[in-house]
């Protein structure tokens, strides 16, 4: 029987990147700058942290850290379930997430996704419907500023077209530009836009209270966007979901439900996996792996290295930035 080893150096990796995060700041981050930013310097409240089974489910399922989602809604809400003004008015976002009025069609579409069933506007004071579009919306940001956890927060509060023409503009400098925001709005009748230090006062809340299991995965040095399920760390073993790995290195993916059985074929090699069986095989020639094939988010998710080694794409483990490297 022969015996590949998985991603990661175990669970000794998820300690240590754990412990050393929050002295220098958030793992995968890349880009601008946050030393000058004061992070993790206060404490999330009991209202706030009440929610956080639900931050770490969203923040697993879309590579979101669930400490970022807690230290949002603190900045927004503190936990409080807005939604109406003293004086009986609406506010324009609603909800522990704060989600504006004008992602209703968004939120609509998104509930469709995930659950067969449009959310209404009402939807947003629900946090079991909130946190996890919020933690789409997060996800979809840094996916698109490769990273930039600076850009990912301040999109989340003057939303990505404000923000893309300010960083059109400065460049470099965009942080010092967010003060000048208004003048970037089309049809605002406000003299402000935004928080102009939305960065700095989310940090501020970033703590480790939440266990953070996410993996990120480059390819050739690409950042890769996962649809509804991220990779996530399982006993030290980087998992992915199937058909999102076989996907990106070509090859072809099939399920067969009744013997929870996923298979994956590219060229001359046949790799066979099934769902709670710490065994696979290339061309029928089992091998010892150290994480089964496993069910999550109706996502069949497997061993990254396993199938990437087997399919001979180089796999590099970065332990300091939670990242998973592919080249081929």
């Not at 069933?117 to 996800?139: F, G, I």
């Not at 989340?156 to 003060?179: K, T």
């Not at 990120?216 to 999102?244: C, E, H, W």
Request: with cysteine.
């Amino acid at each position: 029987m022969k015996k590949i080893l998985t991603a990661g150096t175990a669970v000794i990796l998820s300690a240590i990147t754990s412990a050393a995060a929050f002295a220098a700041g958030i793992p995968d981050h890349r880009g601008t700058s946050l030393d000058a930013f004061s992070i993790g310097t206060s404490k999330v409240s009991s209202k706030v942290s009440q929610y956080n089974s639900i931050f770490k489910q969203a923040g697993d399922q879309f590579g979101i850290d669930p400490n970022i989602l807690a230290a949002v809604c603190m900045q927004e809400s503190g936990g409080v379930n807005y939604q109406y003004r003293s004086d009986g008015s609406p506010y324009p976002a609603w909800g522990i997430m704060q989600i504006e009025y004008t992602n209703n069609g968004s939120f609509a579409k998104f509930g469709a996704d995930q659950t067969g069933c449009s959310w209404t506007p009402e939807d947003r004071l629900d946090p079991v419907k909130a946190v996890p579009y919020a933690a789409y919306l997060l996800s979809e940001a840094l996916y698109k500023y490769d990273c930039d956890y600076a850009k990912m927060l301040q999109s989340y509060n003057f939303g990505p077209v404000v923000l893309d023409r300010i960083i059109a503009a400065a460049g470099d400098n965009w942080l010092a530009e967010r003060a000048n925001a208004v003048s970037y709005v089309n049809n605002w009748p406000y003299k402000t836009y935004g928080d102009k230090e939305y960065v700095e006062h989310v940090l501020r809340y970033y703590r480790n209270n939440i266990d953070y299991v996410g993996s990120k995965v480059r390819l050739n040095g690409s950042l890769v966007r996962f649809d509804n399920q991220y990779p996530i760390i399982d006993g030290g073993t980087t998992m992915i979901p199937v058909r999102a790995i076989s996907e990106m290195l070509g090859a072809d993916v099939g399920w067969d439900p009744s013997e929870q059985h996923v298979y994956i074929s590219s060229g001359d090699k046949l790799i066979d996996l099934y769902v709670g069986v710490d065994k696979g095989y290339i061309n029928d020639e089992p091998y010892d792996i150290e994480c089964s094939a496993e069910l999550v988010n109706n996502r069949v998710l497997v061993p990254l290295r396993f199938v990437a080694e087997a399919l001979e794409v180089s796999v590099v483990w970065n332990g300091e930035t939670r990242t998973v490297e592919l080249y081929k």
